[in-house]
């Protein structure tokens, strides 16, 4: 199966072996393969114009460590451009925007993505500015190269492709999608290490099935991620005057 102009992602590395990678396989590698979604990796190093084939310089006003050239980058930049010149340009750096799924979604909805993954101690910020780069962190932690950052991005994106994921609302109840954390979930057996599933699941009542998640994903948000509960709660001032969920760890 091919689908018409699929969305496009390149990547900008010094190590284009790494990909696909994990993307070959599972959800994104079916849809790499159905031609829902195209994966090009171009080596930055093949676009050096000396005989050593350099890419990187030592860093103005000294310190360790190496730098991307601009020149380099910047031509690099150019040749992913030309085969989609409508993509956002994104370099992955811990300086960035932390990685949201409002950013996956402007980033799914687009017609592809170019993605330059840094090394070393950075790139010169002169091609980040001329190239008006967007900046996108995946934590605060820091990495080897923008490679795995890169792959967790993509991940992200492909998922959300038009007939990737065999039921549209699998994506729309998973976590950070309404902007709580994601409720937990259960299967048979019911009872297991005397644990049982919670009663209501196997109640057949889909409306109060649905509140008990609603409320389980509101408690286990408000406990392990107070910031995003802000968030929430001030765009639903209803759900933000509910008590905590009984016999939840932070209920009173």
């Excluded at 910020?125 to 820091?142: K, L």
């Excluded at 492709?161 to 065999?166: C, I």
């Amino acid at each position: 199966m091919t689908v018409a102009s699929p969305w496009q992602a390149s990547v900008l590395t010094l190590f284009p072996e790494m990909f696909p990678g994990p993307l070959g396989q599972s959800l994104a590698g079916k849809a790499l393969r159905e031609g829902r979604w195209a994966l090009e990796a171009i080596d930055i190093r093949g676009f050096a114009t000396d005989r050593h084939r350099s890419v990187d310089d030592t860093p103005c006003g000294g310190g360790a460590g190496m730098v991307l050239r601009p020149d380099v980058v910047d031509a690099a930049c150019a040749a992913a451009l030309a085969a989609g010149p409508d993509r956002p340009l994104v370099v992955l750096t811990p300086r960035g925007r932390p990685l949201d799924q409002a950013m996956v979604r402007g980033f799914a909805a687009a017609p592809g993505v170019v993605l330059l993954c840094g090394r070393f101690e950075g790139i010169d910020q002169r091609v980040i500015e001329a190239r008006a780069m967007t900046e996108v962190s995946i934590g605060d932690y820091v990495l080897s190269g923008g490679e795995p950052a890169a792959l967790v991005l993509l991940d992200a994106c492909v998922r959300l492709l038009p007939g990737v994921m065999g039921a549209a609302e699998s994506g729309e109840e998973e976590s950070f999608s309404s902007g709580l954390l994601e409720y937990p979930h259960y299967t048979r057996p019911t009872v297991w290490n005397d644990r049982a599933v919670p009663p209501v699941l196997l109640s057949g009542h889909h409306a109060e099935i649905a509140r008990w998640r609603r409320a389980q994903a509101e408690a286990i948000t408000r406990e392990r991620r107070p910031e995003l509960w802000a968030r929430y709660a001030a765009a639903n001032p209803i759900a933000a005057s509910r008590a905590p969920l009984a016999g939840h760890p932070d209920a009173a």
